[in-house]
């Protein structure tokens, strides 16, 4: 898949665009189920460290399963034409407004007997997230993360760095490290989605989470005084950023925090992937900072992670039987065993071989007011991808047109959300 991410994106939710995609997609992606037959499940966790972890929970299950492992954003860049175009039976998905809007358009299925079996397993607020406008469920979770400023315990000792609490300790601190030879803030975003965690906490740190929310659903204007503020504070921090970000990945940064080049990363708890076992236990986080008191900061982005079922499944009471061992906690166990970045949803999740950073981050979230999803999982997917992808990179390279900037958002957003 070596198309740009905005050309993707531009053709995503076309239906002109739909006829050979699903196999476009598969082509990319392998076979790990061995032969044919049996249930066939879409993954997106195609990242070495999580692919093993869906391998190895697919291998706790008794029935038989092809997996077709899709490079992760290609998966989520075409997944409005991979619904529509012959998708597998089971696949890897979000919570949030990216689930709704696939119920809502009818194409996934109805799995509310499949909840019916594992709902005592889950949380209200779990179920809440799997439930589409309709009452019905369409998702299993998993397990979630929380965003948070990641950072380097050795480092930060090494130096004498204390985590900040408010944004102008976080700057006074960032200019230290400046002084101190190094990039203050990792920054990665070739990809298009990481800078939203950075929009997305300043907003809800400047504006709170009711604005928040009421923006991503399309009932406050993106030119408001508002969302200018919030462009204009993550201009000022700009420079406290790494250089040149649309052309890294988040991967490629969280290296540079590894090899002690930065000194702080605003990313998901995902981020221990990018961390060899010896260092692991070097990485920690710190809440991102308040900006203003009346505020405060009991607001945390902590997307879900799970599964989804096609409209029409080849196999349906195949699929519906792995999801319901997909709402398993022996499921999840198995996955969080190989993949120790992140906190099983369910509520009988094996917590005891928890490492210091899943336990901190299950803390974090616990005593969070408000949970958002991530901009691009808590609004219209058209939306997120066709307008605030390349309306944040355009800020990124041009940061000084923020009157130009909103107002052109909020035309689109306009003509998006029909108001």
């Known amino acids: 898949m070596a198309l740009s991410r905005r050309t993707l994106l531009k053709g995503m939710l076309g239906a002109g ?9 598969a082509a990319c992606g392998s076979d790990s189920g061995g032969g044919g037959g049996g249930v066939t499940f879409g993954s997106n966790w195609s990242d070495e460290v999580p692919k093993k972890g869906i391998a190895d929970m697919v291998a706790g299950y008794s029935g038989k399963v092809s997996i077709n492992t899709v490079d992760h954003n290609s998966f989520q860049e075409n997944i409005n034409n991979y619904l529509q175009g012959g998708p597998d039976d089971v696949f890897g998905w979000f919570a949030g407004n990216r689930m709704q809007f696939f119920a809502e358009q009818g194409l996934v299925g109805d799995i509310s007997d499949v909840w019916t079996d594992i709902g005592s397993g889950f949380s209200d607020a779990m179920k809440q997230q799997a439930t589409g406008k309709d009452g019905k469920q369409y998702f299993v979770p998993l397990y979630y993360y929380p965003w948070a400023v990641f950072y380097r315990k050795s480092l930060w000792q090494e130096k004498g760095y204390q985590p900040p609490t408010t944004l102008d300790q976080f700057t006074a601190l960032a200019n230290q490290m400046k002084k101190d030879g190094l990039i203050p803030v990792a920054f990665g975003d070739s990809d298009g989605w990481p800078a939203m965690g950075t929009f997305d906490y300043l907003n809800l740190r400047i504006n709170g989470y009711d604005f928040h929310a009421q923006l991503m659903a399309g009932q406050k204007a993106w030119n408001s005084p508002q969302v200018k503020s919030v462009f ?8 406290l950023h790494q250089p040149d970000s649309l052309g890294r990945t988040w991967q490629e940064a969280a290296q540079s925090l590894l090899r002690k080049e930065s000194g702080m990363f605003t990313l998901g708890l995902f981020m221990g992937q990018q961390f060899p076992e010896g260092d692991r236990d070097d990485l920690d986080f710190f809440p991102f900072p308040e900006v203003d008191p009346a505020i405060g900061t009991d607001a945390v982005e902590a997307p879900i992670d799970g599964f989804m079922m096609a409209a029409h499944p080849r196999d349906e009471s195949g699929a519906k039987k792995l999801l319901g061992y997909l709402g398993t906690a022996k499921a999840g166990d198995l996955y969080l065993k190989a993949d120790p970045n992140n906190i099983g949803a369910h509520n009988d999740a094996d917590t005891s071989g928890y490492n210091a950073l ?10 969070a007011k408000s949970l958002s999803q991530f901009l691009d999982r808590d609004t219209r997917p058209d939306f997120a991808s066709t307008v605030m992808i390349p309306s944040l990179q355009e800020f990124i390279r041009n940061p000084n047109d923020i009157d ?3 107002k052109s958002i909020e ?4 003509s998006i959300f029909g108001g």
Do not use: I, N, Y
């Open 232 to 239: 204009d504070t993550w201009r000022g921090l700009l420079p």
């Open 17 to 25: 665009a739909l006829a050979g995609l699903a196999p476009t997609l």
């Open 358 to 367: 899943q336990k901190k981050s299950q803390e974090l979230v616990s005593k």
């Open 411 to 414: 035309d689109q957003k306009a």
């Open 404 to 406: 130009g900037l909103t």
